[in-house]
């Protein structure tokens, strides 16, 4: 193909369209850490559901309060919804405005989390262990100068709150042919 269209290919390029950077809370990834947590932050030697829950609680009392505060809309979605496409229609919101949080998206999906269980045979002893479950996320949708837009910072609302920072490899290349003043018509994925 690159032979037979030598003369018409002015430019060619190799990206990765989304790179993803997972970040952990790094004191919260054991049984040991999260227990130890809860007893010198918390000040709770046994660890119960609703303790879990109340750190929960706290962290989506701050992203609602954070969203209030900044007047950032907070909006539900629903699992395998387009959030990029959700997000982009709070775009011009922030027209003017080099960097910003342009959309919170919620949205429940399944996250490794830490659950406090007592088991049904043997020992009767409350349990904490980790477990695959269905739990909110909020996706903060960022205006960048050099990554542009559709970038998100997706945080989990449960302990241990794992962190997915998903960048728009096409929107970067966008942004840095903007700023050195080249112009070119960009649909979708492909530039001209």
Known sequence: MAERFADEITLEYSLVDRMRVRGHVLNLQTITMLRNYFQQVRHVDWIEPQHLQEVTDDFVRFVEDYAQLHNIPLVPAKPRESHVDKAAEY?????????????????????????????KKGDKQRKISRARRRVNHYYFFIKDPEFGVGNSIRISSYAPFPVTVCFNGHNFVAQYLKSRGIGFPMCDNMFV
């Open 91 to 119: 775009l011009d919101r922030v027209a003017d405005q080099q960097r910003a949080v342009y959309c919170i998206i919620k949205v429940q999906e399944e996250t490794s989390s830490f659950v406090s269980y007592v088991p």
